[in-house]
């Protein structure tokens, strides 16, 4: 079985306080007058985990959690046993979603990444 570890700003945002379930990317294409780029879309999702029935210790893993997020213009690595299989250059973090949980044993996460490419609206779209 392969295990894929994903880490933010040189972080495993998730190391001994949970778990990312789903990876999911899309791209779409900003425009700016006549210069355009690619941007990538890149959301994580799964659980954070604490102590059985300790809430304080619940608490205290989304606030390590979130502070593992708390810097924009970071890469983005994904990596697959050990072997780095893709990266997302300069990302911002534009939402971390914890729902509407009751935030007993476990608190499922959804957290959105933009990236955009270093050469950001550098292409012209006139020939």
């Not at 210790?57 to 213009?73: A, E, H, M, V």
Request: proline share 2%.
């Amino acid at each position: 079985m392969s295990k894929t570890t994903v880490l933010y700003n040189s972080i495993n945002p998730v190391s001994n306080i949970g778990t990312i379930e789903t990876i999911s990317k899309s791209d779409e294409i900003i425009r700016y007058h006549n210069r355009w780029a690619i941007a990538s879309r890149i959301e994580l999702a799964g659980k954070i985990s604490g102590l059985c029935f300790d809430f304080n210790n619940l608490i205290q893993n989304q606030t390590t959690f979130c502070n593992n997020f708390s810097q924009d213009f970071k890469d983005l690595q994904i990596f697959e046993n050990n072997q780095q299989i893709t990266g997302f250059p300069y990302c911002s973090v534009e939402s971390i979603d914890f729902g509407s949980d009751k935030y007993v044993r476990i608190i499922p996460f959804k957290v959105s990444i933009l990236s955009i490419r270093k050469t950001f609206f550098l292409v012209s779209m006139e020939s």
